[in-house]
Nanobody, 122 residues
Framework: QVQLVESGGGSVQPGGSLRLSCTAS????????MGWYRQTPGKDRELVAS???????NYADSVSGRFTISRDNAKNSVYLEMNSLKPEDTAVYYC????????????????WGQGTQVTVSS
């Protein structure tokens, strides 16, 4: 129903920066949390950062102070500014959106993007 499209991935030197973008194809109704996950071969997908409709943020300890997540509610978009990148940041990054349900009448939803590769190496 809703499609999430990521962009901005690529290859960068250690210490460099990248800016990831994710935009939903359609309207996302009600309060929700948008976030970025990442996954490397042989490892489980892990949360990198998230942000609610009202701007409450959460970061993994490994990226706190280096990454900044933001969103544009009018455009159903979420962004991840990645600075001081390290080789350990290399992974496929996935955009995720999930509804925040506060009443039984609300319709729950969760969507994943297709993923974008981030490679940090010399």
């Amino acid at each position: 129903q809703v499609q999430l499209v990521e962009s901005g991935g690529g290859s960068v030197q250690p210490g460099g920066s990248l800016r990831l973008s994710c935009t939903a194809s359609g309207n996302i109704f009600g309060p929700n949390v948008m976030g970025w996950y990442r996954q490397t071969p042989g490892k489980d997908r892990e949360l990198v950062a998230s942000i609610t409709t009202r701007g409450k943020t959460n970061y993994a300890d490994s990226v706190s102070g280096r990454f900044t997540i933001s969103r544009d509610n009018a455009k159903n978009s979420v962004y991840l500014e990645m600075n001081s990148l390290k080789p350990e940041d290399t992974a496929v990054y996935y955009c995720h959106v999930k509804s925040i349900i506060v009443t039984v009448e609300q319709t729950s939803y969760a969507y994943w993007g297709q993923g974008t590769q981030v490679t940090v190496s010399s």
